[in-house]
């Protein structure tokens, strides 16, 4: 039989079903024909060894919210539809960057588990009265697998499923950055380029901090056997500008998770404080910047702040205005009220949850703040060295080495510059962008940097002989009379009173 006989008759065949299934709708009574379709079903079950489940795309009374499942099926497909599916359908994806694919209607698609295959198809019902609450179409993915399997399908495999569409969708989701204005949280997208592999420190660090977090993030079933909080708490200090907010944009590009920045100045009390933390959900970083500003810890630390402060100010006018603000503002969150958070009620519910701590002054925190099991995690971030100069170079430069290297390798072990100081130099000086005049733009900071410190050194130097000369002339009894006297004056000045004093004068 040739290939033309065989299609007109395969097209006769076609042609006369169809016509006996129009005769069997119209001639048979609708009661006869329900009966027939329920025995031919009850008799295919004996006969046809699969099962199907269908996942219908609207769920509820009327049909007005997509089901999750379906979305779930829907991400986790995706990957498998582009390789397989002849037709497929294309839209923006909810993160409103990428293109997601799906399977068109009516194609199928194969997978496989643990050795098993089963077929996913799509399809679509069309409403003959389409109205509000019934719309005209409605979609389904039907699943076919064999009833031998039945156990493994419906118990691990569906949960794999709608886990790892669940997963896909959070690595596509745009990230957020929250941040809080009194007890409520807004959001922006977030859209920080950071990444790991461009941030200067050595290598062996940066790696065992990934490898910590991307641990953290799979180690669900770990937490819950050793009942524990699946959370975990991170101190990142150093000097300013050595990429300690960087790194947590890094962190929260790398894991997927949305950034919760807490201003704690802003908290009035530690009910607020509870609320606030109450709503942050699974996968987010939970983010307290310079938390030894942020929060009044001790009485006097307030007092020793104020005099860095000053200092600070000095060097930089332009924070000014904003610290002199955080300073009229009482806030009431105690010490106490953030550390039960961090370990007693909100730590009981969900999980998945990063907080970072960031200092400039890891030496002036208490201790209770930063014990392990609270901050599991210390991470000092310092000035750059060799190793983190080679990245930056990599990234501002595109170089590997060059003449200039040894000296600045000299230089950077010599002299304290921040990877964001040093950054600056290597920023592009000409339209041609010639590293030789950013590499000694650098060279000239770096030896400036040497300068300052060989300066301040001998100042410092000079400042002690000159106290260690006074000591000398006053008698030792005298002096510490004079500080038991500073102190006691301290206690008399309760520390709200000295909250009082400062708003006052501002
Ligand atoms: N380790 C680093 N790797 C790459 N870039 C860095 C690094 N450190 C700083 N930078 C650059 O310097 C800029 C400032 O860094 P960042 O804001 O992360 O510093 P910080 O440690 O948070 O400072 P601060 O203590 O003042 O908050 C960043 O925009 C980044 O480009
Ligand atoms: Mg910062």
């Known amino acids: 039989m040739t290939t033309k006989d065989m299609f007109a008759n395969l097209g006769s065949i076609i042609a006369s079903l169809m016509f006996a299934w129009a005769m069997f709708q119209q001639y048979f009574p609708y009661q006869l024909r329900k009966n027939i ?57 909810r993160n409103g960057q990428t293109l997601a694919l799906s399977m068109d209607d009516h194609e199928e698609v194969e997978d496989e588990f643990e050795g098993v295959k089963l077929w996913w198809a799509s399809g679509k019902d069309i409403s003959k009265s389409p109205s509000y609450s019934n719309p005209e179409e409605k979609r389904y993915y039907k699943l076919t697998f064999h009833k031998q399997h039945r156990e493994l399908i419906l118990g691990s495999y569906l949960n794999h499923v709608l886990k790892e569409g669940k997963a896909i969708e959070v690595r596509n989701r745009q990230r957020k950055l929250y941040t809080n204005s009194a007890s409520k949280w807004s959001h922006v997208v977030l859209n920080h380029p950071a990444k790991f592999q461009t941030l200067a420190m050595e290598q062996e660090k940066k790696k065992e901090i990934m490898d910590d977090l991307i641990a953290f993030s799979k180690a669900e079933e770990f937490y819950e056997r050793v009942g524990r909080a699946w959370k975990r708490g991170y101190l990142l200090y150093g000097p300013p500008g050595t990429g300690k907010s960087t790194m947590i944009a890094a962190m929260a590009n790398l894991l997927g998770y949305d950034l919760y920045d807490l201003e704690l100045t802003s908290v009035k009390n530690n009910t607020d404080l509870r609320k606030l933390l109450m709503e942050v959900p699974n ?59 961090i370990d007693g009620l909100w730590s009981a519910c969900g999980g998945e949850r990063l907080i970072v701590f960031t200092t400039n002054y890891v030496e002036k925190l208490d201790p209770a703040l930063i014990r392990s099991g609270r901050m599991d995690k210390h991470i000092e971030l310092s000035y750059c060295r060799f190793e983190a100069f080679k990245v930056l170079a990599r990234n501002y430069l595109q170089i590997e080495s060059h003449p200039l290297f040894d000296r600045i390798r000299e230089l950077l072990e010599e002299a304290n510059l921040s990877p964001a100081d040093v950054a600056e130099h290597l920023m592009p000086k000409t339209a041609s962008g010639d590293p030789k005049l950013s590499l000694e733009s650098l060279i000239k900071g770096l030896e400036k940097a040497k300068e300052e410190a060989r300066l301040k050194a001998e100042e410092e130097a000079r400042l002690k002989a000159e106290e260690e000369a006074k000591k000398i002339e006053q008698p030792p009894k005298e002096q510490d009379k004079v500080e038991a006297e500073e102190e006691a004056k301290k206690i008399e000045q309760p520390a709200k009173e000295q909250d009082k004093v400062v708003t006052a004068e501002d």
């Open 37 to 93: 379709e329920k025995y031919s079903q009850r008799l295919l079950r004996f006969v046809y060894p699969y099962i199907q489940i269908r996942f219908n795309e609207l769920s509820g009374e009327r049909f007005f919210s997509r089901s999750e499942a379906y979305i779930a099926i829907q991400t986790y497909l995706s990957t498998r539809s582009s390789t397989q599916a002849k037709r497929l359908k294309a839209d923006i994806a």
């Open 283 to 341: 996968k987010s970083i939970i983010v307290i910047e310079d938390i030894d500003c942020s929060i009044d810890l001790t009485g006097q630390r307030k007092g020793k702040k104020t005099e860095k402060d000053e200092a600070e100010e000095q060097k930089d006018p332009k924070q000014k205005p904003e610290k002199e603000e955080k300073a009229t503002e009482a806030s009431q969150v105690t010490l106490s009220g953030l550390l039960n958070f």
